[in-house]
């Protein structure tokens, strides 16, 4: 059983960026894709972005595309998610999660993930 600790939110100003981190523990994630999704409070979790077992494959959501980046590094059993021009709306708890399935296509929503984060928060606010 992977467990999987996300570290990295805090208090930003509009504009500013942020790196998450996801680090794993238990067994290797190097052959299973990762994924990053967010919930705000009276809302469900939504996707964010997603990234193959090799890294060489990558999903964002549209709210995501040119303003963040996902990325792992398998040595070290960890996914990152860099964010930048950081907006109100991106305020929200951002939780990693492992797939279901080996090697497989990294996904895009909540049900093709089996493994979560407890979350980090991130708060953008002037």
């Known amino acids: 059983q992977v467990q999987l600790v996300d570290s990295g939110g805090g208090l930003v100003q509009p504009g500013g960026s942020l790196r998450l981190s996801c680090a794993a523990s238990?067994?290797?994630?190097?052959?299973?894709?990762m994924g990053w999704f967010r919930q705000a409070p009276g809302k469900e979790r939504e996707f964010i972005a997603s990234i193959s077992w090799s890294g060489r494959t990558t999903y964002y959501a549209d709210s995501a595309k040119g303003r963040f980046t996902i990325s792992r590094d398998n040595a070290k059993n960890t996914v990152y998610l860099e964010m930048n021009s950081l907006k109100f709306e991106d305020t929200a708890g951002y939780y990693c999660a492992a797939s279901t399935t080996f090697k497989g296509v990294p996904g895009t929503s909540v049900s093709e993930f089996a493994a979560w984060g407890e979350g980090t928060q991130v708060t953008v606010s002037s």
């Open positions: 238990g067994r290797t994630i190097s052959n299973y894709a």
